[in-house]
């Protein structure tokens, strides 16, 4: 399923990829690689192990969580150029805290978590690139999970 | 503070002045949502029909004798002269008592109150409508506007969004208005096994549309604190605050800006409102409790 | 020197007091029921007068925040008092009234007609700043966009008859506010008391020729030179002040401000100043039902953003502290109001600072919100 020429070709067009000086873009091309999906793939499960970070090209891809006698629940649909997966990047997380199916057919691009990990701690400019972009991924994603916390469609009582 | 030795006067205001309702009886009733139905209602004079007419997100008072009265967007085509629909979620007093009416109930009936979506002003531009929950039935009247002027109007968007599938307001009515060129984008807040559509709240959506900050209207109406993070969207993508317009609601009793309830700030909402252009609610919106 | 022609609108005159009874009964000849202050209860009210003795002779208020007293005085004059709870709104937008009454007719329903209104009203002894109250809500009830016709008539049937402040209490500000305390204009007949005599200026062809053949005399130059005096020693004596130069931006550019939470741990929300208030103009609706279900009434009634249900909408309630909800009301008050009506919703009678029962003075208030603001 790899063929670094389609994956550049891909990347380039991800705008926060386009920061990326050629070198780095190379070093991330070389972790990553196209992945296809039909309707329903689950392309990670609640539980697993890390392996990688991925963003949408085309399609939807949900995110879900599974609930003892109330089944599975989607939390957050991924859409095209939505990164998912991240906390496989981050140190700490040892294991999936949700899990990943395609809602329609799609095109997603992985990127191999470890790699990334290591290179980032190789090469300090990359890593920081890297990290500063995932903390706005995280930061925006906290700001969703409060306001679906805080319920804002929630019927009043009278 | 009663005064004993001058007569009490029992008076009454002479009629005609806009307090006094008129009639008008329901016609059909549309179920909508969990605790939400539309009420279709014509009035029983046929003059007083022909002759009403209202603008996209103004505002009607429905009187319920012996109950109340509540303040109703229209949410029905102001182009259909036969009937007025008003889009009601069952919360109070009056509004529990109007779930209870039956086709042919006759109710009190005065308006259209407050201010309307600027559907002139902002002809030539790129329309961006985010909504939310019962935030897209005073919307509505403003798309059907658009859907019959759509040469008048540029790119158009419907964000629209609800707590869960079954929330949603008039699914039936998305690929009508994505024939007339609207995209219609819908989320919810919790998927469920129905539902292959997003999944997240509407504020966050912004940043998947590309949105021309020179030429575009941003329209928004639902819960405030929804219409707190749309705003704060929009305005990060330098939407500027005078091609912002908020729909807000506070309680509204007499509909003249008299009574002094619906006041937010140097407003009475049921005057200057309920559609405002942000500019001018800017110093006065997002203070707490205010 | 006894003068049988009418004195012209625009002048002054002096009379004996004990004419002003002749002018009472023409008012009540003519239909007007003539409401003055009296004493009552210990305390002062708007009520019928019959005759000049009704009126508080020789009474003097003391008014401090949160305190009203009334007292006799040593001097005799019938106009010293200040007001006291009660104010001329209550007669022009009374605190009940039905908006219509309905009677099931079938299936629908069908309007019955009250009786029209007819109170006629002869307000005797309106300070300066209780007339300027007047006139700010003449420009509420009776706008371009709507008039209240209940307002509206009362209105155009009162003939008034001010009275110059020449002892302020220590409550009072309305040189602050530009209000008082001699009355310049709007009235029929304006009175300034002298120890001996009634200086009475003609504001109106009506009061000039309820004057018919009454005994007066044109106001000497010794009269009108001891009007200005009291009036300027009315003004020195009024100590209590209200800055508005920074008013009314100070409060709007200070909303989220956490001096308001200071003042809300004090405020009781007991409403007393808005009903005490002039100016306050806030009301609402209720539905009546009988319990046969076949006939139903609307009634307005006075209310304040202060109760708590005020702001209570299907989905709960946008001010429910109290904070917020004194926060409303001064920043209506001395803010918001301007941009709605043109002036300002406070006269500088100080009733709200009287009747606080927790010792409110919203002229301390703002100068302590304008020392916080500047730190």
């Known amino acids: 399923m790899e063929d670094h020429e389609n994956v550049i070709e891909v990347l380039g067009k991800i705008p926060w990829f386009q920061a990326l000086s050629p070198e780095h873009l190379q070093k991330m091309t070389e972790m990553a690689h196209l992945r296809q999906v039909k309707a329903g793939e689950i392309l990670f499960r609640e539980g697993g192990k890390e392996d990688y970070v991925y963003i949408v090209i085309e399609g ?62 190789a090469d300090h400019d990359f890593g920081y690139i890297v990290m500063r972009r995932l903390l706005n991924i995280v930061s925006s994603r906290l700001l969703v999970s409060r306001l679906q916390l805080i319920d804002m469609f929630e019927s009043p009582e009278a | 503070m009663t005064i004993s030795n001058v007569p009490v006067q029992t008076t009454t205001l002479q009629s005609g002045i806009l307090l006094d309702p008129q009639w008008a009886e329901v016609t059909a009733i549309t179920p909508e949502a969990e605790g939400i139905s539309t009420y279709w209602l014509r009035f029983v004079n046929p003059a007083e029909q022909h002759a009403f007419r209202f603008e996209p997100g103004q505002v009607n008072m429905l009187y319920l004798p ?24 069952f919360v109070g007093n009056v509004t529990r008592a109007v779930s209870r009416l039956k086709v042919g109930d006759v109710v009190g009936l005065r308006g259209p109150f407050g201010t309307h979506w600027p559907m002139q002003e902002i002809e030539g531009k790129d329309v961006f409508i985010a909504c939310g929950g019962i935030g897209l039935p005073p919307l509505r009247p403003a798309i059907y506007h658009i859907v019959r002027n759509r040469e008048k109007y540029g790119k158009v968007t419907l964000l629209y969004g609800a707590r869960t599938s079954s929330d949603l ?21 919790r998927g469920d096994t129905n539902w292959n559509g997003r999944v997240g709240v509407v504020p966050m959506w912004f940043y998947h549309f590309r949105i021309d900050p020179r030429k575009t209207a941003v329209l928004t109406c639902g819960p405030e604190i929804m219409i707190r993070f749309v705003i704060f969207e929009a305005m990060a993508r330098r939407v500027p605050e005078e091609s912002i317009y908020v729909s807000l609601e506070r309680n509204m009793k007499c509909g003249q ?32 409790e205010f | 020197m006894l003068n049988e022609t009418l004195p012209e609108v625009g002048s002054t005159i002096t009379i004996q007091k004990p004419v002003f009874d002749l002018i009472l009964s023409r008012l009540k000849e003519a239909g007007y029921l003539t409401i003055g202050p009296r004493v009552k209860n210990e305390t002062l009210v708007y009520e019928t007068i019959e005759i000049l003795e009704d009126l508080p002779r020789g009474y003097t208020t003391e008014q401090k925040p949160g305190r009203f007293r009334l007292f006799q005085d040593r001097h005799s004059r019938y ?43 002869a307000f005797i002894g ?24 209940i307002y509206h008539a009362r209105r155009g049937r009162v003939f008034t008859i001010s009275v110059d402040c020449t002892h302020p209490a220590e409550t009072c500000f309305c040189v602050s506010m530009n209000t008082g305390p001699q009355v310049k204009q709007g009235f029929d007949l304006n009175i ?50 209200l800055d508005t130069a920074d008013l009314p931006q100070l409060m709007l550019d200070n909303l989220d401000h956490p001096y308001w939470n200071e003042i809300g741990k004090r405020c009781l929300s007991c409403t007393n100043c808005t009903l005490v208030c002039p100016t306050c103009f806030c009301w609402d609706v209720v539905d009546e039902m009988s319990l046969d279900g076949k006939s139903t009434r609307r009634e307005r009634v006075w209310d304040s953003c202060f109760n708590p249900g005020y702001s209570y909408q299907a989905g709960g309630n946008t001010r429910p502290t109290i904070y917020s909800r004194y926060r409303q009301w001064l920043s209506h008050k001395l803010g918001t109001w301007k941009q709605q009506f043109g002036t300002f919703g406070c006269t500088g009678c100080g009733r709200c600072i009287t009747w606080c029962p927790a010792e409110i003075d919203l002229t301390e208030e703002i100068a302590t919100l304008r020392k916080e603001v500047s730190q």
Request: aromatic content about 10%; glycine content about 8%; charged content about 25%.
């Open chain 2, 257 to 288: 800006g008299s009574c002094g309830h619906c006041q937010i700030g140097p407003y009475f909402i049921c005057r200057e409102g309920p559609v405002f252009r942000f500019d001018d609610l800017q110093s006065f919106f997002n203070i707490e």
């Open chain 1, 60 to 121: 939807r891809v949900g995110l879900d969580i599974f609930i003892p006698h109330r089944g599975k629940v989607r939390i957050y649909t991924a859409e095209p150029l939505d990164v998912f997966g991240w906390s496989s990047v981050t140190p700490s997380s040892h294991q999936r805290t949700a899990g990943a199916a395609a809602v329609i057919d799609g095109v997603v691009v992985g990127i191999d978590s470890a790699k990334l990990r290591d290179t980032c701690e």
């Open chain 3, 192 to 241: 300034t008391e002298l120890d001996n005599l009634f200086v009475l200026a003609i504001g109106s062809e009506l009061a000039r020729r309820l004057l018919a053949g009454i005994p007066f005399e044109n106001a000497s130059g010794y009269v009108l030179t001891n009007v200005e005096q009291k009036l300027v020693n009315a003004k020195q004596q009024m100590r209590r002040k």
């Open chain 2, 66 to 89: 012996g109950f109340g009265e509540s303040a109703i967007s229209i949410s029905s085509d102001p182009q259909d002269h036969e009937k007025l629909g008003h889009t009601i979620r």
């Open chain 3, 79 to 121: 106009f010293d008092t200040i007001p006291g709870a009660h104010s001329w709104k209550q007669f022009l937008f009374p605190p009940r009234a039905e908006l219509f009454a309905l009677r099931k007719n079938g299936h629908g329903w069908e309007t019955t007609t009250g009786q029209p209104d007819t109170a006629k009203y």
């Open chain 2, 169 to 189: 307001m008039f699914p039936h009515e998305y690929d009508e208005w994505r024939k007339a060129q609207i995209d219609v984008e819908i989320t919810v807040d």
């Open chain 3, 126 to 149: 309106v300070r300066a700043c209780e007339l300027a109250s007047i006139q700010i809500q003449d420009g509420i009830f009776m706008r371009e966009d709507f008039t209240d016709p």
